[in-house]
């Protein structure tokens, strides 16, 4: 893996397949919901994990495409990014302005949904490097044309 470096993963490349990620995930949620297949109560969480999948496989394709540079880093700094937005979010909502936590996720869930955002993503940036590079998508990164 010739370009796995970290200098070779943008920010904004990393930021727009973050984007990419939660407007995909959030189409398919509302998606589901549209067509009731989505419980509003909270009480089934696994479609919201599947729906992260596909939103986090979009964006991460979306940075492996346009990067054509470090696709498993990428995908993995999609993934992180939402636990940036999620402390940044956190501190500016309930620790500045002084309100009660809402109700946490559980570790395993977190734990759950954090390695399915990973893995799509990562899956995702290596088919789009290698549909941008070599021209077919596979699971392996290849030497540069």
Do not use: C
């Amino acid at each position: 893996m010739h370009t796995e470096h970290l200098q070779n993963v943008g920010f904004g490349r990393v930021l727009a397949g973050w984007l990419v990620a939660v407007a995909v995930t959030s189409f398919v949620l509302l998606f589901l919901s549209a067509f009731d297949a989505l419980p509003l109560s909270g009480e089934d969480t696994w479609w919201s994990v599947l729906a992260a999948a596909v939103g986090f496989f979009a964006g991460g394709f979306f940075a492996g495409f346009r990067a054509m540079q470090a696709p498993i880093l990428h995908g993995v700094a999609i993934a992180l990014m939402s636990l940036i937005v999620w402390l940044v979010l956190n501190l500016a909502i309930f620790g500045l302005a002084g309100r009660e936590s809402w109700q946490a996720l559980t570790p395993t869930l977190t734990l759950i949904i954090m390695l399915v955002m990973i893995v799509a993503a990562v899956v995702g940036a290596l088919l789009g490097y290698n549909l941008a590079v070599v021209g077919k998508p596979s699971l392996s990164e290849h030497e540069p044309l």
